[in-house]
C-alpha cells in the first residue's frame, strides 16, 4: 500500500540526485573545452606526464559519478535506486495527481489539457498509475548503460583487484561507453524531472560556463 508520504518522500530524493547529475555534465564540458585548447594549439608544447594526469582526474571523477547513480546500497542516493523504488510502488504517482499539478500551477494551467498525456510516457494510454514495466525497462537501460563504468570502478578505483586470480579479466572502458553512460543517465533524468514537476521541461544539462572560467590559462607561468 502507498501513501503520499511515500510520493512526498520520493520526490525528495530525486530533487537531491540534481547536483550530482550536472556535476557529471559541468565536468565533461570543462574537459572538452582544455582538450581542445590542447589539441588545436600547435604552440603547446605536449607532456605526457601532465596529460596523462588531466586525463586520469577526469576520468576517475566521472566513472565514479556514474557509478554513484546506479549504486544500489539502502544508504545511497541513486538514480537506480530512485527508479527501483518507483517501480516498487508504481501506485505512488497518479495521473488524477499529475492533473491536479498541471492545473495548480499557473505556468501550466492554461495548457494542462494538452501536458495531460505527457503522463502516459510513464504509464502508457488511459492508465491510472504509472507502469512498473515502463520504468523497469529504463532501470535495465541504466544498468546496462553504466556497467563498464561501475565495473572499472569497483576493480580499479575504489579497490585494486587481484589481477593474478585465476580467470580474471581487467573491465575496459571507451570514452565513447563513459559518453554513453552519462548521457543516458542525463536522459532519465530529464524524462522523470517532467513525472516529478510536471508542466516543467528540464531542457538542457549541459551549463553554461561563467565568462573568463579560463582566465587561468591566459598567463604564462613560465617566462619564455
Not at 187 to 194: M, P
Request: proline content about 4%; aromatic content about 10%; some cysteine.
Amino acid at each position: 500500500m502507498t501513501t503520499a508520504s511515500d510520493w512526498a518522500s520520493w520526490c525528495t530524493q530525486f530533487d537531491d540526485l540534481h547536483d550530482e547529475i550536472l556535476g557529471l555534465y559541468h565536468s565533461r564540458r570543462v574537459w572538452q573545452t582544455i582538450r581542445t585548447m590542447v589539441e588545436t594549439n600547435p604552440d603547446v608544447r605536449r607532456s605526457g606526464i601532465a596529460e596523462h594526469w588531466l586525463t586520469q582526474c577526469y576520468s576517475v571523477t566521472e566513472l565514479s559519478g556514474v557509478r554513484r547513480q546506479v549504486d544500489k546500497r539502502k544508504d545511497a542516493l541513486s538514480l537506480l535506486r530512485s527508479l527501483e523504488h518507483l517501480a516498487r510502488k508504481p501506485g505512488m504517482a497518479t495521473r488524477a495527481w499529475f492533473d491536479g499539478e498541471l492545473h495548480a500551477r499557473p505556468q501550466s494551467a492554461p495548457y494542462a489539457a494538452t501536458l495531460a498525456s505527457k503522463f502516459d510516457a510513464f504509464a502508457g494510454a488511459g492508465k491510472l498509475c504509472v507502469d512498473k514495466s515502463l520504468v523497469q525497462a529504463d532501470c535495465d537501460r541504466l544498468r546496462n548503460d553504466a556497467d563498464r563504468a561501475k565495473c572499472v570502478v569497483d576493480n580499479f578505483v575504489a579497490h585494486q583487484a587481484d589481477a593474478t586470480r585465476p580467470g580474471h579479466l581487467p573491465p575496459t572502458i571507451t570514452w565513447g561507453e563513459l559518453d554513453k553512460a552519462i548521457d543516458t543517465i542525463g536522459y532519465l533524468y530529464k524524462k522523470y524531472y517532467q513525472l516529478r514537476f510536471p508542466g516543467n521541461l528540464l531542457s538542457n544539462l549541459v551549463p553554461d560556463l561563467p565568462a573568463a572560467w579560463d582566465c587561468l590559462f591566459e598567463t604564462a607561468w613560465k617566462q619564455a
